[in-house]
C-alpha cells in the first residue's frame, strides 16, 4: 500500500526555470493538498482539490499552478523558479476534506533548491 | 500572522520521563486541534486530535489537552522512549471555514537515553 507517492524527491533548479512536481495517491481519497514546509515557517498551504475538478487558492499560491489531473493525481507547477522557492514541498491527501477529522495523509516531499 | 504558535523550537527530555509539547492559536474560530509527528526524510504522519467539545483526548502514552480560554493546547507523552524523538506539528482548523488546516512551526523533541 503506497499512500501518497511524490515525484522527485529532489530537484536543483535554476532560477526562471519551469518543473511540474507530480503527486498520486491510492487510497481513493477525495481532497489532495500542497504544502511547503520552510525553518521556522511549519507548514503553509499552497493550493489545495476538495474535489476532482476544483481547485482553490491557499495560504501562499503565488508563483505556483494545480491541476488535479483525476481523482488520484494532483500536481504543482512552478513557472518560473524564485530562490524564495526553495523549500521542501508535501502532497497530501485526506478522505473528504478537513472535515474528515482533519487527517491529512503525506507523502515523503520533495527537495527543491532553486539557484 | 501566525494563528498557531509553537513557541518552543526544540525539546530535551530524558527517557522514561514525561515530554510536553505547548501550542497557542489566536483565532477563536478554531475548533478541531490535531498533532502531527514528522521524522527526518519523512512526510508528516496523524499522531492525535481533539474537538473544541472537549479538554482532553488520551491515546496510549499520548494525551492531548485543550485549554479554550486560554486558547492553548498541549501535548503530553508519557513515558518518553527514543523512538519519540521527532519533529511535533500542532494544527487547527475550523469545520465552519473553508478547508484549511493551519500548522505551528513545529517543536524538535530529543529524547535522551
Known amino acids: 500500500n503506497a499512500g501518497v507517492t511524490q515525484t522527485p524527491k529532489f530537484q536543483v533548479l535554476k532560477t526562471g526555470q519551469s518543473m511540474t512536481l507530480q503527486c498520486a495517491q491510492d487510497?481513493?481519497?477525495?481532497?489532495m493538498y500542497w504544502y511547503r514546509q520552510d525553518p521556522g515557517m511549519g507548514l503553509r498551504l499552497i493550493y489545495y482539490s476538495a474535489s476532482e475538478g476544483t481547485t482553490d487558492k491557499g495560504e501562499v499560491p503565488n508563483g505556483y499552478n494545480v491541476s488535479r489531473l483525476n481523482k488520484r493525481e494532483f500536481s504543482l507547477r512552478l513557472e518560473s523558479a524564485a530562490p524564495s522557492q526553495t523549500s521542501v514541498y508535501f502532497c497530501?491527501?485526506?478522505?473528504?476534506?478537513?472535515?474528515?477529522?482533519?487527517?491529512?495523509?503525506f507523502g515523503s516531499g520533495t527537495q527543491l533548491s532553486v539557484l | 500572522d501566525q494563528q498557531v504558535k509553537q513557541n518552543s523550537p526544540s525539546l530535551s527530555v530524558q527517557e522514561g520521563r514525561i515530554s510536553i509539547l505547548n501550542c497557542d492559536y489566536t483565532?477563536?474560530?478554531?475548533?478541531?486541534f490535531l498533532w502531527y509527528k514528522k521524522y527526518p526524510a519523512e512526510g508528516p504522519t496523524f499522531l492525535i486530535s481533539i474537538s473544541s467539545i472537549k479538554d482532553k483526548n488520551e491515546d496510549g502514552r499520548f494525551t492531548v489537552f485543550l485549554n479554550k480560554s486560554a486558547k492553548h493546547l498541549s501535548l503530553h507523552i508519557v513515558p518518553s522512549q527514543p523512538g519519540d524523538s521527532a519533529v511535533y506539528f500542532c494544527a487547527a482548523s475550523s469545520f465552519g471555514g473553508a478547508q484549511k488546516l493551519v500548522f505551528g512551526q513545529g517543536t524538535r523533541l530529543t529524547i535522551n537515553p
Open positions: 487510497m481513493n481519497h477525495n481532497s
Open positions: 483565532n477563536s474560530m478554531f475548533d478541531y
Open positions: 497530501a491527501s485526506s478522505r473528504q476534506g478537513f472535515f474528515s477529522g482533519g487527517k491529512l495523509f
